[in-house]
């Protein structure tokens, strides 16, 4: 069952698209952070912290994927107001990433 | 803190686990509850601690919105839009961090929350005695047979065992009320779905299942925009916030099923009753 009545097929495979992207990140993240544990268990302290970190990095990522994501999800099913939304978001977030 | 020792180890995992549940049924981050943990067991600075509850927060909202995209629950259309002024509101909350006083944006938080717990618990509480009434009725107030709009949407309910419709009223409000949700995000490392929830139940007519799914699904979005700026300012501790969030996963997951399963009064009553906690806590806090 998809969101929205009178469902599109482009909204059900920008549906498809967030959950994956979502899902890849989560996943990364968690390896990230078994690869730090499997590291710390071996004795290497700083390859641990710096596994993690990287694991961290990976997970708040995630959310700016997703946002980038839904830009061009609803650019291709011709919604250029919620796709102009995501990229002002993707812009701000951009913005704290680099220049705050 | 160099060193996670074990009871230290096992707190992380127990109370992430506890409130990735909490916070995947209820649509909030739980930064209300890792924020006092990580300071006064953890004795890590409220900078730091903010730093790793985002994390978290970003965690909770990742796992849960990929399940909660899947069934409909999550209404994107309305996330996208209302996280324009969230993530801009994070990011003038993180900056402003330093400039405002704690106290008094608590004390004034506290005391907004008041009024809207009670609305929520009086609504939930109406349709939860009458047993007879439908989910769909007792928590959509306008539902029928109008046109569907660009962000009305329908979700399958199988608590009540049928799809429940429902229309996206007073937009504008909503996007002013996500400004100050994305605020809170920045300077108390709180997800806003305290705020978000609330607000699309109540002021948008958003069903309380789809509410606390749309508000997890942008809550990440915040969240992100304010642990950016900790990433950057190195206060992220790489250990803690590892353990933490593999805790919060695995309560994510477990949370979203019972989201999926809930009846929505419920949810309406057991959400009001968090907002009263918080308020209590945050005026304890400042005036204790």
């Given at each position: ?39 710390r ?8 912290r ?12 995630t959310p ?11 650019w ?12 002002v ?7 704290a990433a680099?220049?705050? | ?11 992380l995992?127990?109370s ?50 990929a ?20 993530a ?7 900056l ?12 004034l ?6 009024p809207v ?21 007792a ?24 799809a ?25 490392g ?13 002021l948008?007519?958003?069903?309380i ?80």
């Amino acid at each position: 069952m998809s969101g929205r009545t009178g469902t599109t097929y482009a909204e059900g495979d920008l549906g498809r698209l967030i959950q994956r992207t979502l899902q890849i990140g989560v996943w990364l993240a968690v390896g990230g952070f078994a690869a730090g544990l499997a590291a710390r268990l071996a004795g290497w302290p700083e390859a641990a912290r710096t596994l993690w970190l990287a694991g961290v990095v990976v997970l708040v990522l995630t959310p700016v994927a997703r946002v980038a994501m839904l830009a061009f999800g609803y650019w291709r099913a011709k919604e250029p107001a919620l796709a102009l939304a995501a990229l002002v978001v993707l812009a701000t977030l951009v913005l704290a990433a680099l220049l705050l | 803190m160099n060193e996670l020792h074990g009871m230290v180890l096992l707190l992380l995992l127990v109370s992430g686990f506890g409130i990735g549940v909490l916070g995947s049924v209820l649509g909030i981050g739980g930064g209300v509850f890792i924020v006092p943990l990580l300071v006064l067991v953890l004795k890590l600075p409220i900078q730091q601690a903010i730093a790793v509850s985002l994390v978290s927060i970003v965690a909770t909202s990742s796992a849960v919105a990929a399940v909660n995209v899947e069934r409909g629950l999550t209404n994107m259309r309305l996330g996208i839009v209302l996280e324009v002024t969230t993530a801009i509101g994070a990011i003038g909350g993180a900056l402003l961090l330093k400039a405002l006083p704690a106290e008094l944006l608590q004390t004034l938080f506290a005391l907004m929350l008041g009024p809207v717990a009670a609305t929520m618990f009086w609504k939930g509480w109406r349709a939860w005695r009458r047993r007879g009434l439908s989910a769909a009725a007792a928590d959509v107030t306008a539902v029928g047979a109008v046109v569907p709009g660009k962000f009305d949407a329908a979700f399958y309910d199988p608590a009540v065992g049928a799809a429940i419709p429902y229309t996206v009223r007073h937009l504008g409000p909503a996007a002013g009320a996500s400004l100050a949700a994305g605020s809170l995000s920045g300077l108390l490392g709180l997800g806003g779905g305290i705020i978000q929830v609330p607000v699309m139940n109540l002021l948008c007519g958003v069903p309380i299942k789809a509410a606390a799914a749309t508000s997890n699904f942008l809550m990440g979005v915040s969240a992100a925009a304010s642990a950016l700026i900790f990433l950057r300012q190195g206060l992220v501790l790489p250990e803690v916030a590892a353990t933490m969030v593999v805790g919060v996963l695995v309560g994510s997951f477990v949370g979203v099923r019972v989201l999926y399963r809930i009846r929505a009064e419920k949810l309406q009553v057991l959400f009001a009753v968090l907002m009263l906690v918080v308020a209590a806590k945050m005026l304890l806090k400042v005036f204790a």
